[in-house]
Nanobody, 117 residues
Framework: QVQLVESGGGLVQTGGSLRLSCVIS????????MAWYRRAPGKQRSLAAG???????NYADAVKGRFTISRDNAKKTVYLQMNSLKTQATAVYYC???????????WGQGTQVPVSS
C-alpha cells in the first residue's frame, strides 16, 4: 500500500511563500510521475503541478511562474514551492502518486493553505 504524507501547509499572507512536501512510503518513486492537486472552496479538485519520472514539468496556467514542483528521488519526496501567493490559491493541496497526465491511484490526506489578504 502506497502512503503519502504531506506537510508544510498553513496560513500565509498574500505575497508570501510556502513549500509543501510529500513523502512517499510503501511504493516506488523514481519511476513514478507525481503531482500536486488542489481543491479550492466550492470548486472541484484540479491539477496545480505535475512532474514525470523523467522530470518533465506541467503547471496550471494560474500558477505558472510562481509555483515550482520538484522531486528528490533519494528521499522519495516531492515538493511544491509556492511564491507570490494570492488569495485565489486558498485550497486544500493534495499529493498524487502515479500521475501521468491524469491522476494516479494514490492520494495524500491533503494539507490546507489559507491565503489571507
Amino acid at each position: 500500500q502506497v502512503q503519502l504524507v504531506e506537510s508544510g501547509g498553513g496560513l500565509v499572507q498574500t505575497g508570501g511563500s510556502l513549500r509543501l512536501s510529500c513523502v512517499i512510503s510503501g511504493g516506488g518513486f523514481s519511476g513514478i510521475g507525481m503531482a500536486w492537486y488542489r481543491r479550492a472552496p466550492g470548486k472541484q479538485r484540479s491539477l496545480a503541478a505535475g512532474i514525470s519520472s523523467g522530470g518533465t514539468l506541467n503547471y496550471a496556467d494560474a500558477v505558472k511562474g510562481r509555483f515550482t514542483i520538484s522531486r528528490d528521488n533519494a528521499k522519495k519526496t516531492v515538493y511544491l514551492q509556492m511564491n507570490s501567493l494570492k488569495t485565489q490559491a486558498t485550497a486544500v493541496y493534495y499529493c498524487n502518486w502515479g500521475w501521468g497526465g491524469m491522476p494516479g491511484p494514490y492520494w495524500g490526506q491533503g494539507t490546507q493553505v489559507p491565503v489571507s489578504s
